[in-house]
């Protein structure tokens, strides 16, 4: 199975700070790699799929991009809305596998 | 709209046996893969299972933790995706989430108890 580490765990950052999260998997591939953003007491919400797709509606201050076995997540002028936890998802091969989440927090 | 509907969470003892179920709307359903995760309260996700779509004869995967005691259906003419769960442990307790669609789509969940 493919190992999924992200990090950080937690961030705290600032309305309009430009941040950034990884996901670094134990095999390389170069897509089959997901960003989901949740809410408290709500559903994931697929921000980016295949790397680097944004899905329909999703700002485009979010992206995504890999080098190697690392896959960033970066949101690039952090808005009040943003605040949440986010996860990668690889599903390049049996099992999918999460990561571990990040906590995004108001600093 | 897209709309998925879970149900049939609810608290059981260990050793029990739940069958959830999710209802589409607004989907291609009878061609959209349908997948279950599942979240612990205060816990990441995880995977639970697949099942394809008709013209992929409805091949299922399940995740390592949950093989062998929970089963993946669907019905297309209801446009439901069914989750069968038997020897329920503690550590099933979490929200369940189905979501399809590429997981572009989710529902809000059902919360299943396991509780001695």
């Known amino acids: 199975a493919i190992q999924v580490t992200q990090s950080p765990s937690s961030l705290s950052a600032s309305i309009g700070d430009r941040v950034t999260i990884t996901c670094r998997t134990s095999q390389d591939f170069t897509s089959d790699l997901a960003w989901f953003q949740q809410q408290p007491g709500q559903a994931p919400k697929l921000l980016i799929y295949e790397t680097s797709n944004r899905q329909g509606g999703v700002p485009s201050r979010f992206s995504g991009s890999r080098s190697g076995t690392d896959f960033t997540l970066t949101i690039s002028s952090l808005q009040p809305v943003d605040f949440a936890t986010y996860y990668c998802l690889q599903d390049h091969n049996y099992p999918p596998t999460f990561g571990q989440g990040t906590k995004l927090e108001i600093k | 709209e897209v709309l998925l509907v879970e149900s049939g969470g609810a608290l059981v003892q260990p050793g029990g046996s739940l069958k959830l179920s999710c209802v589409a709307s607004?989907?291609?359903?009878?061609?959209?893969?349908m997948h279950w995760v599942r979240q612990a309260p205060g816990k990441g996700l995880e995977w639970v299972g697949r099942?394809?779509?008709?013209?992929?004869?409805?091949?299922?995967a399940h995740g390592p933790s949950v093989k062998g005691r929970f089963t993946i259906s669907r019905d297309d003419s209801k446009s439901t995706v069914y989750l069968q769960m038997n020897s329920l442990k503690i550590e099933d307790s979490a929200f369940y989430y189905c979501?399809?669609?590429?997981?572009?789509?989710w529902g809000r969940g059902t919360l299943v108890t396991v509780y001695s």
């Open positions: 979501t399809g669609s590429l997981m572009a789509y």
């Open positions: 099942i394809r779509s008709r013209p992929n004869n409805y091949a299922t």
């Open positions: 607004g989907l291609n359903f009878n061609t959209s893969a």
